[in-house]
């Protein structure tokens, strides 16, 4: 199994920025992708952000431009950068891995890690 630890969450003005980090452990060998998703109340889970061990990314069309998502490989930690962030950015940011790109968002998860941008 994998496990993934979040961190670097918290409350921030609009127009400010925060990172996120992810460290994964475990069965890290069937790990190529890692990702952010979020998620709040009464929604589903989004993406936000995916990228492959290689360095090819996918994001959602609300950040981009906005959020920028790296991986440490050696460290086995993906990192999300949210510059510019806006009040519709506040949720539960959650870690994700899988074996590709392609089904990124099927599991594991991390704990999640609340994110909330006042006006």
């Known amino acids: 199994q994998v496990q993934l630890v979040e961190s670097g969450g918290g409350l921030v003005q609009a127009g400010g920025s925060l990172r996120l980090s992810c460290a994964a452990s475990?069965?890290?060998?069937?790990?190529?992708?890692m990702g952010w998703y979020r998620q709040v109340p009464g929604k589903q889970r989004e993406l936000v952000a995916g990228?492959?061990?290689?360095?090819?990314?996918n994001y959602a069309d609300s950040v981009k431009g906005r959020f920028t998502i790296s991986r440490d490989n050696a460290k086995n930690t993906v990192y999300l950068q949210m510059n510019s962030l806006k009040p519709e950015d506040t949720a539960v940011y959650f870690c994700?891995?899988?074996?590709?790109?392609?089904?990124?968002?099927?599991?594991?998860w991390g704990q999640g890690t609340q994110v909330t941008v006042s006006s």
């Open positions: 475990g069965m890290i060998f069937s790990i190529n992708a």
């Open positions: 994700t891995a899988a074996p590709y790109l392609g089904i990124l968002g099927t599991g594991p």
């Open positions: 990228i492959s061990r290689g360095g090819s990314t």
